[in-house]
């Protein structure tokens, strides 16, 4: 028999969930069926994983050291912490951490998460980071494994929230869902804005091309959507505004800046090809969209200054 003692990383989780993530390899049937048994017991008594685990919880485990193990999946998950204990992570610049969440600074050409299995993004840097300061053992690695809780293109740069522990992620989700997040990006796009606004539209996704498009009325699949921006600094060519999601949704700035004849810099997907050519030349390579700012309840107010090209070009 072994026993498990939950602690503060692990409370305010139903039993059920906390199992299937502790013994990763084995079914949601065969768990169920070691509680009805009573081969796992939750504070020596019978469970139906519906129990909600508080902290000093004990869950007594009657399987043999080799059943224990092969649930586990210990063999299996020993590689991926063992290639990420080795896994540089120069691209994880801190901005903000405490004990259940970090921000950090994306820079330009890393995904946030994987597309294929061979890529490196973030997030692998960001759990590199966690293992080489001695912040997330091969122990909690097993049991759980931190996330970043919101994306960026591969060419924007700025702020990316991350869950260290599951009340970290718990609570970036929902702060992210009802919108008590409240993100601002810095863009420089095409032409002369000299006024604050805020323009509504719809929004349609092609999940198959990755593009979305903008419409003036709602149609089939199409989702409002509502920016608000407002200038910063101009030159006759272009402008650096201060954008406001007002709504979240896939390519939003890009997509909704462009419809309305505004571009942003150096966008091959949505841009001005002509005038990001005229821009290559002087050295802007991607497009110049960059999350400046994350507000969170509780006082969490994070800034990331603006990438070298911003400042060159004014």
Not at 53 to 71: A, N, R
Not at 274 to 295: D, P, W
Request: proline content about 3%; aromatic content about 8%; charged content about 25%.
């Amino acid at each position: 028999m072994r026993e498990i003692t939950i602690t503060t990383e692990d409370s305010n989780q139903r039993l059920d969930k906390f199992l299937k993530r502790y013994f990763k390899d084995a079914s949601s049937g065969f768990l169920y069926k070691m509680l009805r048994k009573k081969n796992i017991t939750y504070n020596n008594k019978k469970a139906d994983g519906h129990e909600m685990l508080q902290d000093g919880d004990v869950i007594s485990v009657y399987f043999s050291d080799e059943t224990f193990e092969k649930m586990q999946g210990v063999a299996a998950s020993n590689p991926m912490y063992d290639w990420l204990s080795s896994l540089p992570h120069q691209h994880v610049q801190v901005v903000f951490e405490n004990k259940d969440l970090v921000v950090v600074n994306k820079p330009a050409g890393i995904l946030t998460q994987k597309s294929k299995p061979e890529d490196i993004s973030l997030n692998d840097e960001i759990l590199a980071y966690l293992i080489s300061s001695q912040q997330l053992s091969r122990a909690r690695f097993d049991l759980f494994k931190p996330s970043v809780a919101n994306r960026l293109d591969r060419n924007t740069t700025g702020l990316v929230l991350a869950g260290k522990t599951l009340q970290g992620q718990q609570f970036l989700a929902e702060k992210l869902r009802t919108r008590d997040a409240k993100k601002t990006y810095h863009c420089v796009v095409k032409g002369i804005i000299d006024h604050e606004e805020t323009k509504e539209a719809y929004l349609k996704k092609d999940s198959a091309s990755n593009l979305v498009s903008i419409h003036a009325i709602e149609i089939p699949g199409s989702k409002l959507i509502r920016t608000r921006f407002r200038p910063i600094r101009h030159t006759n060519e272009y402008t650096l505004l201060e954008v406001d999601l007002l709504t979240g949704r896939t390519h939003q700035i890009r997509a909704h800046m462009a419809y309305l004849g505004h571009p942003v810099m150096g966008d091959v997907k949505y841009g001005d090809t002509t005038f990001n050519e005229q821009y290559r030349k002087s050295g802007i390579r991607r497009q110049m969209l960059h999350a400046y700012r994350i507000q969170l309840p509780g006082g969490i107010d994070c800034i990331a200054e603006e990438p070298e090209e911003f400042a060159k070009l004014f």
